[in-house]
């Protein structure tokens, strides 16, 4: 994502880099003006330009530490997402602990009453003794 922003932010200084010789090429051999007019009027556009691109880069400057500021406060907000999660499962787990051993207990103890059954029943059906 950084490398792709990079290249966005070349390619729009690279576009007003361009646009700004082509704007100039283009006063030059439509000036109905003197040489020392066009001199002064190239000038005056060459600063104004050379204004806009340091504005331009302090622009670029502020988008990218907001940039990293979003990614720290992203990183930040994560890992208190992660220790509240992971301080919830404890908590569960530690609140399931007894209802998960009496289940386990009222398992055991119906396993032991339908052995029971069945050896009662074995012992009172007559068919399976023959």
Known sequence: MRGEFRLKAK???????????AAAAATLFTAPASGKDTRKYITVQSKSASIQIKELGKQLT??????????EEGKEALSTLTEDVSSSIKQWK???????????QEIANIEKSIAELEQTLKHANPMDKE
Do not use: C
């Open 11 to 21: 390619s729009l200084f690279l576009g007003f880099v361009v646009g700004g010789v």
């Open 62 to 71: 502020d988008i990218k530490n907001q940039i990293v500021h979003v990614g």
């Open 94 to 104: 530690s609140e399931i602990l007894p209802h998960q051993q009496n289940l386990q």
